[in-house]
């Protein structure tokens, strides 16, 4: 089902000529003779259909007409026009609309319990697709929009302190991208389209919330010494060889290992380092 133009002529023809022939018909029917009575009634009839014709159509809307069960076309045109008479129109909205999805409970890639909801902005594109090929489109984009979320939101895990791959938490531009891509790909049948999609609410389950937030303190400490240790190694190999080649001074393995461990103790430790002068031989 494709959307096309529908025929129409100014509404505002139309309207005169209806009132000019309800007129005449009204003059031809008080003359009290047969033959004008009889053209005085079919005046009147054909402004009766002219008036059906008429159809006004508001800014940002479009007027879908059937004839007896046939898809007659659209009028997208804001405006007074006048249409196929006795045409049944259906008036449809091509503003830019929002859906708030409700809290979803799903499972993220880990298993974890998740709660994930996300506002979609879409706007009907193809008037004949919304009308005649799903049954209430409104209903059809919801149902959709928390299908998709919930597909998406099943992919990827809440949160990556290993930073492997994508995450809901650390990649909320990337999924809302994916989330977009796949809701324009469901609702096309609809003739609707996705204009942006986006994350409005990410959290664990109540049920473990207090046990995640442990476990990810835990993870992001152990991360974090991670780096603090690894540029911990770099700042002592550094130490140690800009000391020989400055002072001049060689150092043997021992008193290198004990320099690099009270370096490595001074810069990974978290409270202030107490330095140890060491006046006589390590020997």
């Known amino acids: 089902m494709k959307e096309f133009a529908a025929w129409k002529m100014n509404g505002f023809v139309a309207l005169l000529l209806a009132i000019a022939l309800g007129v005449a018909g009204g003059l031809l029917v ?3 003779e ?3 009575i009889l053209l005085g009634v079919l005046c009147f009839i054909a ?21 007896f069960g046939e898809y007659k076309g659209t009028v997208r045109q804001d405006g007074i026009w ?16 929002n859906f ?12 974890n319990p998740i709660e994930i909801a996300a506002v979609v902005v879409f ?16 209903e059809f984009v919801e149902i959709q929009s928390e299908a998709a979320l919930r597909h998406v939101a099943s992919k990827y895990p809440y949160d990556d302190f290993e930073e492997k791959g994508m995450s809901l938490r650390g990649n909320a531009d990337e999924v809302s991208a994916e989330l977009a891509k796949e809701l324009q790909e469901r609702l096309a049948v609809a003739g609707v389209e996705v204009i942006e999609a986006r994350l409005t609410h990410l959290a664990y389950s109540t049920e473990i919330a207090g046990a995640m937030l442990q476990r990810q303190q835990a993870t992001a400490i152990i991360a974090a010494r991670k780096k603090i240790v690894e540029g911990a190694v770099g700042m002592v190999k550094e130490a ?9 001074v060689t150092l043997d393995a021992e008193r290198k ?16 380092a107490q330095p140890v002068i060491n006046t006589g031989s390590l020997y």
């Open 257 to 272: 290992a004990a320099m690099a461990n009270n370096l490595m103790v001074s810069i990974v430790s978290d409270r202030a």
């Open 82 to 97: 006048m249409v196929i008479p006795f045409s049944n129109r259906k008036k449809l909205s091509l503003r830019v609309r």
């Open 47 to 67: 402004s009766f259909i002219i008036l059906t014709s008429i159809t006004v159509v508001q800014p940002n809307q479009a007027s879908v007409l059937t004839f």
């Open 34 to 36: 047969t033959v004008p």
């Open 30 to 32: 008080v003359r009290e």
């Open 123 to 138: 706007k009907v594109v193809e008037t004949a697709k919304a009308s005649f090929e799903v049954d209430k489109y409104e």
């Open 100 to 111: 708030n999805s409700a809290k979803l409970k799903v499972n993220d890639v880990e298993g």
């Open 240 to 248: 140690l060889e800009r000391l020989e080649k400055d002072s001049g």
